[in-house]
């Protein structure tokens, strides 16, 4: 049996036509910072880090929350350290040669960011990105603010935003 | 921009410090507040550092040497356990740094007010007179109480 010219085919050639009428506009990307923390993939955008740190000796200050490890001495002046570890309660590696220091500034502040190996930096269009899923554990939900996909692996999103107001809230 | 470089050039390049142990950290005062430091006298006991501060107490540290600075508050003073070595020495002003925003955001010490990064680790830097404040506002309240119950 033959369909061509057939009522169907006529009009699936004029939705491909109406199809490939759309004009694409080249959607702006941005770029997000790829790292790993315990066995998740998380991303924080480029524009929110400074550096790219390696691991380096943490000098504990008392009387801080237990997330903020202490302060860091880069290149003489002194930051502090967030342990993004504790703060999304995922487990650090074996070793502190898989960890790396993310210099972030967000909310008016400066500060440290520990996190594991540093994968990539992703160029990301909007569309890319989706909402947080609504069951996210608590620790997260307030942290991340979307989810995107890199090579089949879920990417969670952090808004450095919320996570230094937090601190200035004393969490 | 040239009043903030007149600033720079009034500051002092160094600053003479009392250096201490409490809570098993290291820290120092402004020798500036500091009248006199004394050895422990067990017949006047002082206010302990750690106690000041709302460090907690370092139980090893109970069993060391301590000596007694006295603060200046005013016209009068007030004496401060603190554990041995104490020692007067300067920091350069390079070594000082203003505490990071957010440690200075959710920081619970009293009177912790910079650190220093010297070659055998971190210092917090203290300011005694303002603990010392703070505690007696603290305390003006009860006392007030204590002498006019409801």
Avoid at chain 1, 83 to 98: N, R, V
Avoid at chain 1, 115 to 139: F, K, M, N, W, Y
Avoid at chain 2, 1 to 7: F, G, I, L, Q, V
Avoid at chain 2, 57 to 67: M, P, T
Wanted: charged content about 20%.
């Amino acid at each position: 049996m033959s369909y061509a010219g057939s009522d169907l085919d006529k009009i699936l050639s004029v939705r491909r036509q109406t199809g490939a009428e759309v004009i694409e506009v080249d959607e702006p990307t941005r770029k997000f910072v790829l790292f790993m923390l315990g066995e998740e993939c998380f991303a924080i955008a480029g524009e929110q880090i400074r550096e790219i740190l390696p691991m380096g000796r943490i000098f504990f200050v008392p009387g801080c929350p237990a997330t903020l490890e202490g302060v860091l001495n880069v290149r003489g002046d002194i930051v502090s350290v967030i342990s993004l570890f504790a703060l999304l309660e995922k487990t650090p590696p074996a070793s502190t040669l898989e960890e790396s220091i993310l210099l972030g500034h967000a909310a008016g502040m400066q500060s440290g960011l520990r996190v594991g190996r540093v994968l990539d930096v992703l160029d990301l269009r909007e569309s890319q990105i989706q909402a947080p899923h609504a069951t996210l554990p608590d620790a997260m939900a307030r942290m991340v603010c979307g989810i995107c996909m890199h090579k089949e692996w879920p990417v969670s999103i952090l808004d450095l935003n919320r996570l230094f107001e937090d601190y200035q809230r004393r969490l | 921009m040239n009043h903030e470089k007149h600033e720079n050039q009034d500051a002092p390049q160094k600053l003479a410090v009392v250096s201490f142990l409490a809570g098993g950290y290291r820290c120092a005062v402004d020798a500036a507040q500091v009248r006199a430091q004394l050895p422990q006298d067990p017949d006047k006991p002082a206010l302990p550092v750690e106690q000041l501060l709302g460090l907690e107490a370092d139980l090893y540290g109970e069993l060391g040497f301590h000596s007694t600075l006295l603060i200046k508050t005013g016209d009068d003073e007030v004496a401060v356990r603190v554990m041995d070595p104490v020692q007067l020495h300067e920091l350069a002003q390079a070594a000082i740094h203003p505490l990071p925003g957010l440690i200075g955001a959710c920081n619970q010490l009293t009177g912790l007010c910079a650190l220093a990064l010297v070659p055998q680790g971190l210092v917090l830097l203290v300011d005694l007179q303002l603990a010392i404040k703070s505690r007696n506002s603290h305390l003006a309240p009860a006392l007030l109480h204590a002498e006019n119950p409801v």
